[in-house]
């Protein structure tokens, strides 16, 4: 079990996405290392790579982060009770992107591994990830090619994991309260461990490079189809409508935000996924007939994207 290895590789990563991030928006993204000392409820270190007010993005984050504590929080053992109280260690690199226009989708990004620490057992070491795309105006072309950048990324770890995994994706990123998909999906996973015989921590640790690894190929294109169209009032106001429901899906069910504050993280890295501008209204719906109302009803639903054939409509 090589966890410097898994160290370098997700700082590298990072710094891949920044640069690329970079180029694509013509404004650098601030660098806000920091450091936790030994001796308190969380030691470790990250560095928090944000982007506010650029060209493209009105708000962005690409977050590393290691640290160290001595009692695993309820949101990482709730899927192993055995290993609750153990001390434990994480890392991960961890990205949201706002853009300006409300063509262009927002999108979520996660690496990461944990090893938790029982005492008298063996370490339990296990993986993490996913991505997934929340677009404001549907385009069918956009699904597919995220879709199926993220079904070729696993492709080489079996062909069950893709469809297994989107559908993890829908049903996680799902607004119970709302009864409704935070978004398109793409894939998530998670307590993703292999026993030793079929490939233990190299297996895990190979996944999330490849998820990792194709994030820019599945998102990058999607901003430069749709960076140029035009928009006015009426698509700032519905996109800040929706960036609401981004924010209720972070602040009420989302594990990563849990177990960042249970554990004592640091606030301001957690709570970077959250949109710059954001509006309620009360019971409202769109018009029928609208681009509106069509991403509720052809967008936002589970489909199978990778497998489409384009309509020819809305792509």
Avoid at 219 to 239: C, K, M, S
Avoid at 243 to 248: D, F, L, Q, S
Avoid at 277 to 291: C, I, L, M, N, S
């Amino acid at each position: 079990m090589n966890t410097q290895a898994v160290r370098d590789y997700l700082l590298a990563l990072q710094q891949r996405i920044v640069a690329a991030l970079e180029a694509a928006d013509g404004h650098a993204f601030l660098s806000d290392g920091w450091s936790r000392e030994p001796g308190g409820r969380l030691e470790g270190d990250g560095l928090s790579r944000l982007i506010e007010g650029g060209a493209v993005f009105e708000r962005g984050g690409v977050n590393f982060s290691h640290v160290k504590g001595r009692v695993l929080p309820p949101s990482a053992t709730q899927h192993r009770p055995e290993l609750a109280g153990a001390p434990f260690e994480a890392m991960g690199v961890s990205l949201v992107l706002h853009p300006h226009n409300p063509f262009v989708p927002t999108v979520h990004m996660n690496v990461r591994a944990f090893i938790a620490l029982p005492p008298d057992a063996p370490a339990v070491t296990w993986f993490g990830g996913g991505m997934d795309l929340t677009p404001y105006y549907g385009y069918e072309r956009d699904a597919q090619h995220f879709h199926r950048v993220c079904r070729d990324a696993l492709s080489a770890h079996g062909a069950e994991l893709y469809p297994k995994f989107k559908t993890w994706c829908d049903d996680y990123f799902f607004l119970k309260h709302r009864n409704e998909p935070r978004g398109i999906g793409g894939i998530f996973f998670d307590d993703f461990a292999l026993p030793a015989e079929q490939g233990g921590f190299d297996a895990g640790f190979a996944l999330i490079r490849s998820v990792g690894d194709a994030f820019l190929s599945a998102y990058l294109p999607i901003v430069e189809r749709r960076q140029g169209y035009a928009y006015g009032e009426r698509e700032r106001d519905f996109q800040a409508y929706r960036r609401g429901r981004y924010v209720e899906f972070n602040l009420v069910w989302d594990r990563g935000t849990l177990f960042g504050l249970q554990s004592g993280g640091r606030t301001e890295s957690i709570l970077m996924s959250l949109p710059p501008q954001v509006k309620w209204r009360y019971d409202w719906a769109p018009e029928p007939g609208t681009p509106e109302a069509r991403l509720y009803s052809d967008f936002l639903r589970p489909r199978d994207w990778a497998g489409e054939t384009p309509t020819g409509l809305w792509v």
